[in-house]
């Protein structure tokens, strides 16, 4: 059981923490590309030991136009694949202290991430703290590419790493 003895009636959701938020990075012989996802909903369910990240992949972008078109239409093929998951069907770790409302500890998040028409068991290792009443949740996963299905999106001038890191920042309070 996820967050035993953490007694929540409902589901708690995870928003960008201040500076915070869901970003990713990926290397490239032009240097390192930084993006971030704009639109996304993320909860976690301590009775259930569950929790759900859904991604509006449409959403995503570095900034960068041309970029991000090939980001959006050739690599991830959004018209097609508009959503990005992760649905936690498990977490363990530091489930006392997280159960207490107070301090810190790490937790890994065992469940199915799905990008494009792939889904692939993953483990996504994160650390909490509670600060002021609020939960605040920070990671990062490494995440191939080609385990996706997704094209080198790399061209002539700038070659792409085949894998990029998916990090993020968020907050929450039980309601």
Do not use: Y
């Amino acid at each position: 059981m996820l967050f035993a003895g953490l007694a929540l009636a409902a589901p708690m959701a995870l928003t960008p923490a201040p500076g915070g938020g869901l970003r990713f990075e990926v290397g490239s012989s032009a240097g390192a590309v930084v993006g971030h996802a704009d639109v996304f909903s993320c909860t976690i369910d301590p009775e259930a030991g569950t929790g759900q990240l859904d991604v509006d992949a449409t959403s995503l972008g570095t900034g960068h136009g041309p970029r991000d078109q090939r980001l959006l239409v050739f690599a991830l093929d959004v018209a097609a694949f508009p959503a990005i998951s992760f649905l936690a069907r498990r977490i363990e770790g530091s489930l006392d202290a997280l159960a207490a409302r107070e301090g810190s500890g790490a937790l890994r998040l065992a469940g199915a991430l799905r990008i494009r028409d792939v889904t692939m068991e993953a483990l996504v290792a994160a650390t909490f703290q509670w600060e002021s009443g609020t939960l605040r949740l920070r990671g990062e996963h490494p995440l191939a590419l080609a385990d996706f299905g997704i094209p080198d999106p790399s061209v002539v001038l700038a070659r792409v790493e085949p894998t990029l890191r998916v990090q993020f920042d968020l907050a929450g309070s039980p309601e």
